[in-house]
């Protein structure tokens, strides 16, 4: 199957700014859809961008609008969340996940999951 390794995660303050990687082995990433969702304790898991095969991006938390953009290198086989401005909102375990070639807004529609990385913005 599809397997995913995210990194780049850490502590920043606020206004800071992280570039998370989503790295996928065995499986061209190019021909699936990449989605980022993350999770903070206690809440749901929510979705935050998508990329699908087309290279259109969909952003599914209104906040990530402005802040965050999503890119693929299929050369490294690699996507990622570059995230500026960051909020202490922003804090969650951050999960890179696919689906197929078209992104979803329900995190249960992805069968594929990183192992996630933990981001905190604090001061």
């Known amino acids: 199957q599809v397997l995913l390794l995210e990194s780049g995660g850490g502590l920043v303050q606020p206004g800071g700014s992280l570039r998370l990687s989503c790295a996928a082995s065995?499986?061209?990433?190019?021909?699936?859809?990449i989605g980022w969702f993350r999770q903070a304790p206690g809440k749901e898991r929510e979705g935050v961008l998508c990329i699908s095969t087309s290279g259109t991006r969909t952003y599914y938390a209104d906040s990530a609008k402005g802040r965050f953009t999503i890119s693929r290198d299929n050369a490294k086989n690699t996507v990622y969340l570059q995230m500026d401005s960051l909020k202490p909102e922003d804090t969650a375990v951050y999960y890179c996940?696919?689906?197929?070639?078209?992104?979803?807004?329900?995190?249960?529609?992805?069968?594929?999951w990183g192992q996630g990385t933990q981001v905190t913005v604090s001061s």
């Open positions: 065995r499986f061209t990433l190019g021909d699936y859809a």
């Open positions: 996940a696919t689906r197929g070639a078209l992104c979803h807004d329900r995190y249960t529609e992805y069968p594929y």
